[in-house]
């Protein structure tokens, strides 16, 4: 049976076309997913998967600091263990920072660095969650370009 919209041959008693026609009603139907209220009736109204990556982009959001807040720490570390080796080996002169206040300042710079790298794979996990969301949301049929801007934070 061919399709009066769009001509394509359909095979004998077929309900639909590919192209979205009824042959049983002769209307052309969208073939847009419809919200049936259901819990697995369809997709979600536009609104509920707009909260539902508005929360997911809040999330991103809070590791990304947490992981910017990590390296601060790491530095911040760091930089006092260094003050307080060299204020403990100058406490008996310059002739005292010998050895063991080298090895502390090491230490110090490795433990501040292990920190800090720790804050930089913690941002990497909320940047990538956060690309993620920023493809979901793109790709989204459910979503006006206006939509995907306002969800994405670009406007």
């Known amino acids: 049976m061919r399709c009066p919209n769009c001509g394509l041959e359909n095979p004998e008693g077929a309900i639909h076309c590919d192209c979205g026609y009824n042959f049983r009603t002769g209307l052309k139907e969208s073939k847009a997913v419809a919200y049936t209220g259901a819990p697995m009736g369809g997709a979600p109204p536009p609104k509920m998967a707009s ?3 508005g929360d997911a982009y809040t999330v991103a959001d809070a590791i990304i600091s947490t992981g910017e807040a990590v390296k ?5 570390l760091a ?3 260094a003050v307080a080796v060299a204020v ?3 406490s008996g ?3 005292n920072f010998g ?3 080298v090895l502390g300042l090491l ?3 490795v433990v501040g660095l292990a920190v800090w790298i720790a804050g930089v794979f913690i941002t990497a996990q909320g940047q990538l969650l956060r690309a993620l969301l920023d493809t979901a949301v793109n790709t989204s049929p459910l979503f006006s370009n206006t939509d995907k801007e306002r969800i994405m934070g670009i406007t």
């Open 72 to 76: 601060v720490i790491g530095v911040a």
């Open 79 to 81: 930089l006092v263990g």
């Open 107 to 109: 230490l110090c710079a």
């Open 99 to 101: 050895f063991w206040s």
């Open 51 to 53: 909260n539902r990556y």
């Open 93 to 95: 002169g310059a002739a």
């Open 88 to 90: 403990v080996g100058y």
